[in-house]
Structures are given as C-alpha cells and as structure tokens.
C-alpha cells in the first residue's frame, strides 16, 4: 500500500486538506502512488511520480516562493 495519509492539525496546509479544515481527527487520503516522505513540523515533501510540497512555506521551505505563506493542496 502506497497510499498517503494525514491528519491532526491543518491550519497551514499540513494534512493537504482545504483551508477551512482547521484539523482532521481520522487518518484522510491525501495521495496514492507514493514511495518517499519527509516531514517537516508544518511542511511535507512526498516522491510519487512527480515531487509534491505542501504545507507551511513562509521560509520558501515548499519550493516556491515564500510570498504565498501555505499551500493546502500537494
């Protein structure tokens, strides 16, 4: 099974849920196909068949550009 899952808090994109998810108290299907993820405390990185970030990005730590502070979907 090579399926991602996330829950607890989101109120910066953690769990890859939509922004009015502020938290998530069951484990919630965010991707599938996945083979490698690195954790950050607000952030996420995950190798599937492309790389995909999301979560906190204030320091640009997403990959993009730090003007967008949270990315809520991968």
């Known amino acids: ?3 991602l899952y996330g829950w607890g808090d989101n109120s910066s ?3 890859a849920l939509p ?3 502020l938290e998530i108290d069951r484990p919630t299907k965010i ?3 996945i083979s490698m993820i690195e954790c950050g405390s607000k ?7 492309y790389l995909y970030s999301w979560g906190a990005n204030n320091f640009g730590q997403c990959g993009m550009t730090n003007s967008v ?5 991968p």
């Open 1 to 3: 099974n090579k399926n």
């Open 43 to 49: 952030h996420s990185l995950a190798v599937g068949d």
């Open 19 to 21: 922004k009015d998810v």
């Open 69 to 73: 502070p949270a990315y809520h979907k």
């Open 13 to 15: 994109g953690q769990c």
């Open 31 to 33: 991707m599938q196909r």
